[in-house]
């Protein structure tokens, strides 16, 4: 069973940091390209940052030099490293492979940004 668990998320005040994680299981993780998804109240679901399963790496316009996606094979963990939070951030977050398993969302992880 494909599992994803999120967490870090918080309150920070603009201009801030936080750095998300996410522990995966039940699938070869080390084989799969992953992404960090977001979701704003009232919007649609939208990928953030994406790392392939060589590191490779690509950034939404809107998080481009602000936000870092690491990945930690050993681990089965990838993470988000985002600096120069800005109000319009806010949102849950979510890990999933790339491409999107619609079937294997997690809870994700809020992030709040306001002063």
């Known amino acids: 069973q494909v599992q994803f668990v999120e967490s870090g998320g918080g309150l920070v005040q603009p201009g801030g940091s936080l750095r998300l994680s996410c522990v995966a299981s039940g699938y070869n993780f080390a084989d799969a390209a992953m992404a960090w998804y977001r979701q704003a109240p009232g919007k649609q679901r939208e990928r953030v940052a994406m790392i392939t399963w060589g590191g490779s790496t690509s950034y939404v316009d809107f998080v481009q030099g602000r936000f870092t996606i690491s990945r930690a094979n050993e681990k089965n963990t990838v993470s988000l490293q985002m600096n120069s939070l800005k109000p319009e951030d806010t949102a849950v977050y979510y890990c999933?492979?790339?491409?999107?398993?619609?079937?294997?969302w997690g809870q994700g992880t809020q992030v709040t940004v306001s002063s």
């Open positions: 999933n492979t790339y491409p999107k398993n619609d079937d294997d």
